[in-house]
């Protein structure tokens, strides 16, 4: 168990996708997005989510990501944010996001 201490830890803030581009480089198939995170600014994340989602359905969809992770280079792209999501019933990664507007960088609680 941890506590709630540990919890708050971790930063997780709503972001708009505002740029999704193809990312031929990874190994499994994913997209490289440019999320805006209002005040907090742009930052960029390689997302697994191909199978699921085209580039289109991506464009001012609401996310949550942890945004307090150190940068992670993944082939010759460095990702800075972690985008959420989790497994359907294949496997495939899909996203979390709010069900409403709301600001974006706000903290997710």
């Known amino acids: 168990m941890i506590q709630y201490e540990d ?3 971790v930063e997780m803030r709503v972001g708009k996708i505002i740029q999704v581009g193809d990312f031929p480089k990874a190994r499994k198939p994913a997209y490289q997005l440019t999320i805006d ?3 907090y600014g742009l930052k960029h994340s390689s997302a697994q989510i191909k199978e699921v989602y085209k580039k289109e ?3 001012n969809r609401l996310v949550i990501a942890v945004t307090n ?3 992670k280079q993944i082939a010759n792209f460095i990702s800075e944010v972690l985008v959420l999501g989790v497994n359907n019933e294949k496997g495939q990664v899909v996203l979390l996001h709010p069900d ?3 600001p974006l960088g706000e ?3």
């Open 7 to 9: 919890f708050a830890k």
């Open 37 to 39: 995170f209002g005040e």
């Open 57 to 59: 359905e991506l464009l």
């Open 69 to 71: 992770f150190p940068p």
């Open 100 to 102: 409403k507007e709301v």
């Open 107 to 109: 903290r997710v609680y």
